[in-house]
């Protein structure tokens, strides 16, 4: 087992992983850039190393500060967190030529499934649905036209470099089909210097649902059931839930096996998410995969009972999976709230000094944060605060504590998010687990005329 990690993330995220190393009896180093230096969660680290200024291009972002920092505290690990460089194949093998494991998948199943089109080639070798697409890449307007006519409007245009909507956009007619396939390359080549794209048809209404899997460098793989994830406003999760309601008990069977059956065909190790869409006939499509830890992974650690970032250190490690499939039991219901520093009108982050932070607690309640009394939220990065998770038997109750949770959570000096889950967790539909990934602007925020 390694004796030192390097956490190569900032806020809750690099506590979890602080904890994770504990409880394990490894020592845990964090970085942390000027606009987090003496945040309080640094101070739980053995050892927190400056790695640059503000901005995350000059520090979290920088495979270089991160690795000298990473010789200097001649860790045997790290840990790269979700987000910043999780997903970055090169510098998982940057980590690995200097003799330092990266904490993640393989390099090669991390390109493969970071390009979408290669993850979609391999779900169908895995005998895993995808949503009817082009063949592959669409290389001219030609080819976009030929695959709109054979399915017909609306068709979703698709950067293979993308994820989380970058690149991404809707065509309901040959004319902005084409605008639409110049606007997506454009955007992707800008974001990600590879403008390759290619075509699904649209599906108009789906709920996004996730599968945990793990697996191990010696040919073991698993699943740890499911997350809704539908509920969302521009790509930005706002809360996770397992088991995913409504969902008949053969459909759910049926897509954690198709994971565990794309992991294997990928050799994927470590923890990863593979991502469906749902349509309301329940039929399933793969659509990608990450090959990160997930921000919303506590839900699946409450249902089954297994501590994933701690696993993934093992996994790292070389350790073989300490539990069979059989063995991993969904038990209860858990939810999870996103609590974001952010304006409850115009969502926009709200970023500033917590003159007042009174957490909730109780049966059934995680919280999991790195913010405490006069904690100040950096303007720098994504605006997340706290994580609020309930645990209860059934749907019912863990949203009455969830409520509950959310009544006791008081917070000042900076606007959030608490209000709306509020908002939420009163609203019929939700309560029905009547979700989709319109809900927001659908049922919440009603925008006119639409
Ligand atoms: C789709 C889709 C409908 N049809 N693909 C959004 C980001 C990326 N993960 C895939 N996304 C979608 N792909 C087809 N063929 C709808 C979405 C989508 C979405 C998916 C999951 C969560 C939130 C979403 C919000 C808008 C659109």
């Avoid at 926009?348 to 913010?371: A, C, E, F, Y």
Wanted: hydrophobic content about 40%; glycine content about 8%; charged content about 25%.
């Amino acid at each position: 087992m390694f004796q030192r990690i390097l956490i190569a993330n900032r806020g809750e995220i690099a506590l979890r992983v602080t904890r994770a190393c504990h409880d394990l009896g490894i020592e845990a180093v964090v970085v942390y850039s000027e606009a987090d230096r003496g945040a309080p969660y640094l101070k739980l680290a053995d050892q927190a190393i400056c790695i640059g200024p503000a901005a995350s291009a000059q520090s979290y972002l920088k495979p270089a500060n991160i690795i000298k920092a990473a010789e200097l505290a001649n860790v045997n690990a790290i840990h790269p967190g979700y987000g910043f460089l999780s997903e970055k194949a090169d510098f998982a093998h940057m980590c690995r030529a200097c003799g330092i494991e990266f904490i993640g998948p393989p390099e090669e199943a991390m390109r493969k499934l970071g390009d979408k089109n290669e993850a979609r080639k391999l779900a169908k070798q895995a005998g895993v649905p995808v949503v009817p697409g082009s063949e592959g890449l669409i290389e001219n307007e030609k080819e976009a036209l030929a695959f709109a006519e054979q399915s017909g409007y609306p068709v979703l245009i698709k950067a293979s470099a993308g994820g989380g909507g970058k690149g991404m956009r809707i065509a309901r007619n040959d004319i902005s089909l084409i605008a639409g396939l110049k606007a997506a390359r454009q955007e992707a080549e800008a974001a990600f210097k590879d403008g390759s794209v290619y075509l699904e048809k649209y599906l108009e209404i789906a709920r996004h649902v996730e599968v945990q899997v793990l697996g191990d460098q010696h040919g073991n793989a698993v699943h740890l059931w499911e997350r809704e994830c539908s509920m969302q406003r521009k790509h930005q999760k706002l809360i996770e839930e397992s088991p995913a309601p409504n969902l008949p008990a053969e459909v759910r069977n049926a897509m954690c096996d198709a994971a565990v059956r794309l992991v294997n065909t990928a050799n994927y190790q470590n923890a990863g998410t593979c991502e469906f869409l749902v349509d309301p006939e329940n039929k399933f499509y793969f659509i990608e995969v990450n090959a990160r830890i997930q921000v919303e992974h506590p839900v699946t650690e409450l249902v089954t009972g297994i501590d994933l970032v701690c696993e993934q250190i093992r996994i790292a490690a070389g350790e073989k999976l300490r539990f069979e499939q059989k063995e991993i039991v969904h038990r209860g219901c858990a939810i999870e709230c996103r609590i974001n520093a952010e304006d409850p009108v115009n969502f926009r982050p709200s970023p500033g000094t917590i003159t007042h932070w009174q957490p909730p607690g109780g049966p059934g309640v995680r919280l999991d944060t790195h913010v405490i009394t006069g904690y100040k939220v950096p303007s720098n990065y994504d605006s997340l605060v706290a994580k609020l998770l309930v645990h209860q038997p059934t749907r019912p109750e863990a949203i009455a504590t969830m409520k509950r949770a959310l009544a006791e959570f008081r917070v000042e000096g900076i606007q959030t998010s608490i209000a709306l889950h509020l908002e939420i967790m009163n609203t019929s539909a939700f309560v029905e687990g009547a979700v989709d990934t319109k809900f927001v602007e659908r049922v919440l925020r009603p925008v006119e005329g639409k």
